[in-house]
């Protein structure tokens, strides 16, 4: 069961990953991140940082996959940080002024933070 629960985490992080790295290239989607400060194109420097957050989501899959037993082993010590992240990540996505982007990651965030709370205690 762990494993299923670290496999649905990291399919569900592949989301934000892959909209993250969309924005960082220029996607017009700005509603959807940073509390939808910038609606369209993200200013130069948020968009490098947008591909920041894609690496760090790859990471943080990675290590709750580890700690499944899948993958890296040396990603499992950052499984504790990833599952605060996440948590923290939902309680903001949650809060965020955009309508869009608390729709669209509220969801899909609450999934990762159960999904990393079943691998941590099953």
Do not use: C, D, K
Not at 44 to 71: D, T, Y
Request: hydrophobic content about 60%; aromatic content about 8%; proline content about 8%.
């Amino acid at each position: 069961m762990t494993q299923i629960f670290a496999v649905a985490y990291a399919g569900l992080a592949t989301l934000p990953v892959l909209m993250h790295l969309a924005v960082g290239a220029g996607a017009p989607l700005g509603r959807l991140t940073v509390g939808g400060r910038f609606p369209g194109r993200l200013p130069p420097v948020w968009r490098v940082l947008a591909l920041a957050q894609a690496a760090l989501l790859g990471s943080m899959a990675g290590a709750v996959l580890a700690r499944a037993g899948i993958g890296a082993a040396q990603l499992v010590p950052m499984f504790w940080p990833a599952v605060v992240l996440t948590l923290l990540s939902l309680a903001a996505n949650a809060a965020s002024p955009s309508r869009p982007e608390r729709l669209l990651w509220t969801p899909v965030l609450f999934l990762m933070a159960a999904a990393a709370l079943g691998v941590a205690f099953t």
